[in-house]
């Protein structure tokens, strides 16, 4: 009879306490052993882009009717305030005419044209892109233009232009007097040629400079003479104007000291919110006041 209640593992099955801690032990095994199983099944039947490691997110899908080419436009190289034109094509791949309701660019550098009339399904028009560096110098340009459709999902355009460096100078800000009595020396600013060609200022605005060499040479300075600056109404900007036959004109900025004049703040604020910010510098915006 007692055989009978055991098996060969010497268990009592009779005795529902010995079977369930038993079947716990089990249960600690096989549900890890069934969740690996299942994990290396799945890596297995996973896609090869997943296998890998390789980027998986999906390419955007081309859903516009409106097909540019090219899609890439290269203005090449981009010379300082000097615009440069180009022209893409726009063809209608859809069954029905196709009206660009405008057409946008991402900076005030890109100008994008667009048809006014609306396209014909099939057919192809030739329109103006124009990009203008103004007054920067060596950087990259990639601007998008958006062509909004009516009716459809808009199409893009990516266009991409390089500015050389023809000029340099530094410092590009300069500290101001803090008050309208103290005597300073004047304050150098120096300008090199990048390229290699010899040059002399022929203009400083407002003329806050000491007196300027007419000799060519690969640099020159200029002296700041804050009492002529003064004078001058304390601008916050100094434009430098140079010989040089592709390099744009230079803006120095001033950090005027607050105490003394607490109408400054306002004065120079409005200033810079009227200034286009290639008017400002090089690429580089109006700072603010030191206090």
């Known amino acids: 009879m007692n055989d009978m209640r055991s098996t060969n593992s010497g268990v009592d099955h009779t005795n529902p306490r010995a079977t369930l801690r038993r079947w716990r032990r089990m249960s600690m095994w096989v549900v890890p052993y069934c969740v690996l199983s299942f994990a290396f099944v799945a890596c297995d039947r996973a896609p090869e882009g997943l296998k890998s490691g390789a980027n998986t997110t999906p390419a955007p899908v081309a859903s516009s009717p409106l097909r540019i080419e090219p899609a890439e436009l290269e203005m090449g190289e981009l010379l300082p305030n000097t615009p440069v034109e180009k022209s893409v094509r726009l063809t209608n791949t859809g069954a029905t005419p196709l009206l660009v309701r405008k057409a946008l660019a991402d900076c005030g550098c890109t100008t994008p044209t667009w048809p006014s009339d609306p396209i014909p399904p099939g057919a192809s028009v030739d329109t103006l892109i124009t990009m203008d560096a103004g007054n920067q110098q060596g950087v ?10 009516e009716g459809a999902d808009p199409a893009f355009l990516t266009v991409k232009g390089r500015v050389g460096s023809y000029l340099s100078f530094e410092p590009t800000t300069l500290e101001g007097p803090t008050d309208d009595a103290t005597p300073l020396p004047a304050s150098t600013i120096t300008i090199r040629s990048v390229d290699g060609r010899s040059i002399t200022v022929i203009a400083v605005d407002p003329p806050v400079a000491k007196p300027l060499s007419t000799t060519p040479a690969l640099e020159q300075t200029v002296e700041i003479d804050w009492e002529m600056w ?7 900007r100094v434009g430098i104007e140079t010989d040089h036959p592709i390099g744009p004109p230079l803006g120095i900025l001033i950090r ?3 105490r003394g004049n607490p109408d400054a703040a306002r004065r120079d604020a409005s200033k810079s919110a009227t200034e286009s910010p290639t008017e400002a510098t090089n690429g580089t915006k109006p700072a603010g006041e030191s206090r």
Request: aromatic share 4%; hydrophobic share 40%; charged share 35%.
């Open 140 to 149: 990259e340009l990639v601007k998008r233009v958006t062509f909004d459709l």
């Open 230 to 236: 003064r004078a001058s109404g304390k601008p916050v």
């Open 256 to 258: 005027r000291s607050l």
